[in-house]
């Protein structure tokens, strides 16, 4: 019963709004995620409920894969560093707010120290420790090693390594040419001009959210909402087919999925207008065009003109960096769109053009 | 001359004096000496901030990435000699690696540091971005990190098909499919259709960008060589220079950051 709502809840329908509020709740209410007393509580709460996940034979049957361990430790370390930082973050706040400096910027802590033996020992006690941590793992885990390569048998699911399962997750929702080149080179792309767009000087070498809300916001939902999180339901909820699978759910290979995914074109031609799609490609997917246009090239100059934060930020930025940072952000956030497009309309493609190999 | 110490006799010998100039790192003077004058010690500046040094502000993960690296590099030289990249003997050396060498934990460890690595970048970029460290004198070393992080997951994912078992091929199928799909430079990638002169195809899966990646139309012998060659010497290359560069830009760029 309680097994049922779980595999309910996970099903990214769900999980997504849900992982989002928390998201949004994260940084709202941080300086209360960020006390030791909420770290204590979620691990109270969490070391019964994983227990009870791990108990289960279907949910124990995939973590135990050897190449998904890597991915529990990645869990439960941004789980902590993410909490660490909002600590780190909130503490400092608090001290700004009060008129002091971050702790980083107290006299003690500016004060210059050797690197004999300061520097040099902690380093060699983290070699140490790291070398410890991986040879206990290569003994106790042995590295995967399936049947010789079958050129002619494809495993079902075929997956990518886990740290590429996010952009594999995303070609649910997008064609290859997105969801594998362009949104991947966006990221690497956007991620080198964040310095040069981030005009911002506060918050330069030491933690802080108050002073940098808008810089930190970006990247931490681009970070675990879409990156990690998409990880998640790539590993551990996609079975054969990409099928979506509860946790608790055993991978059965005759689950039928039923998906009727229509093209706005098909939505708007036939369902609303009443009349055939027409003939002539342009004109066929030409809401959809106007729609993806007016996306990237108007958003950015209405919002600079009708909301106050965007005003802000085109003043503070000007008008190129105001524009580059609005289009990644836009194209960040076209991944969610298209996730909330489909489940409400199960609408495949705003713009598609199978004949030319450009689908939106 | 008695009452000296067994650690003083041997600090007295020519051989120790002629390795190590200088006495012990007890003293201002020799902790300097010790830092600048060894040629691996040397990346580390004399003295720094102490915020520079507390765990609770760096995490350690650059420089854990920098040591899995070297771990890895070790452990990849040694299976080296028991690997040879060919469809009919990768896997079977594979299968002799495990059966035949003793408490061999080689490829273990490489593969979980491999991964590991991947998770130390991340989390490395991660403090780095919460902690402003981006911003001006850095922009430049930060992009610098982003390539480095761009060719760790490169190396991960082109040794991830070297094992030659069902999980590589597969996964480096999928993977390398995206490929296809690249705009104007794929087979079946938006644009590709309009390089073509009458009947001739310009872009097709002969010639296109999978074509170049693979040494062939799927993931095959080629593949292998290709992959093996990036992983064990191409990407480890250019991963030592940016690595160079980007260790001497943390030094140029004012040491690591702290408040201005």
């Excluded at chain 1, 080198?192 to 916001?217: L, Q």
């Excluded at chain 2, 760096?58 to 990249?85: D, K, N, Q, S």
Aim: aromatic share 16%; glycine share 8%.
């Amino acid at each position: 019963m309680l097994r049922e709502l779980v595999n309910k809840l996970s099903d990214p329908i769900i999980s997504f709004p849900m992982v989002t509020i928390g998201f949004y709740l994260m940084l709202k209410y941080y300086k209360i995620v960020g006390t030791k007393k909420f770290a204590y509580w979620t691990t109270a709460l969490l070391i019964p409920i994983t227990t009870w996940f791990l108990a289960d034979p279907n949910f124990f049957s995939i973590i135990k894969t050897p190449d998904n361990i890597p991915i529990i430790i990645l869990l439960l370390l941004v789980g902590f560093v993410t909490w660490f930082a909002i600590h780190k973050a909130a503490e400092n706040d608090t001290r700004i707010e009060a008129g002091l400096c971050p702790i980083e910027a107290t006299p003690e802590n500016r004060e210059k120290v050797w690197s004999w033996p300061n520097l040099v020992y902690t380093e060699l006690f983290a070699m140490i420790a790291c070398t410890a941590f991986l040879v206990v793992w290569a003994i106790i885990f042995k590295a995967p090693l399936e049947e010789s390569a079958n050129p002619t048998w494809a495993p079902n699911p075929a997956k990518a390594p886990w740290y590429f399962l996010g952009l594999q997750e995303m070609l649910v929702y997008f064609d290859p040419w997105m969801a594998g080149v362009v949104l991947p080179g966006l990221i690497v792309a956007g991620l080198i001009a964040v310095p040069y767009i981030d005009t911002n000087p506060k918050g330069n070498g030491y933690f802080t959210f108050k002073e940098r809300k808008m810089a930190i916001t970006a990247f931490l939902y681009g970070w675990l909402v879409l990156w990690v999180y998409l990880i998640i339901v790539g590993v551990f909820l996609r079975g054969p087919n990409w099928t979506f699978y509860g946790p608790f759910e055993f991978w059965d290979f005759h689950k039928v999925v039923a998906s009727f995914n229509v093209n706005l074109s098909e939505i708007i031609w036939i369902k609303m207008l009443g009349v055939g799609l027409p003939k002539n490609l342009v004109i066929r997917e030409i809401f959809g065009i106007i729609l993806s246009v007016a996306y990237i090239s108007l958003i950015p100059p209405w919002a600079a003109k009708a909301t106050k934060a965007g005003r802000e930020l085109f003043l503070n930025l000007g008008a190129t960096r105001y524009y580059i940072f609005m289009f990644l952000v836009l194209m960040m956030t076209s991944l969610p769109i298209k996730m909330i497009l489909r489940w409400l309309f199960s609408l495949k493609y705003i713009v598609a053009l199978p004949e030319w190999e450009l689908n939106l | 001359m008695s009452d000296k110490g067994i650690a003083q006799k041997v600090r007295d010998t020519q051989v120790w004096k002629s390795i190590f100039r200088h006495g012990p790192p007890d003293n201002a003077r020799n902790r300097a000496a010790v830092i600048a004058g060894n040629v691996f010690l040397h990346l580390h500046p004399i003295k720094l901030k102490k915020s520079g040094v507390q765990l609770g502000y760096t995490w350690c993960m650059g420089g854990l990435t920098f040591f899995i690296f070297l771990a890895l590099t070790v452990t990849g030289l040694l299976l080296m000699f028991y690997y040879r990249p060919t469809a009919e003997y990768a896997f079977n050396d594979i299968i002799a690696l495990r059966e035949h060498v003793p408490l061999g934990i080689m490829r273990e460890i490489h593969r979980w540091g491999a991964h590991a690595m991947v998770i130390t970048v991340w989390v490395h970029m991660f403090r780095v971005f919460m902690t402003g460290s981006y911003k001006p004198p850095r922009e430049f070393n930060w992009g610098v990190g982003v390539i480095l992080l761009v060719l760790t997951l490169l190396l991960s994912f082109t040794g991830y098909l070297l094992p030659w078992d069902q999980l590589a091929i597969w996964a480096i199928t999928v993977g390398s499919g995206m490929a296809k799909a690249t705009p104007f430079m794929g087979n079946a990638g938006p644009g590709a259709m309009l390089a073509r002169i009458g009947d001739f195809v310009m872009v097709s899966d002969k010639n296109d960008v999978r074509f170049q990646l693979l040494g062939g139309r799927f993931v095959g012998e080629p593949a292998l060589l290709r992959f093996y060659i990036l992983h064990c010497v191409f990407i480890p290359l250019v991963v030592g220079v940016l690595i160079a560069v980007h260790f001497w830009r943390v030094r140029k760029d004012g040491g690591i950051s702290a408040p201005l």
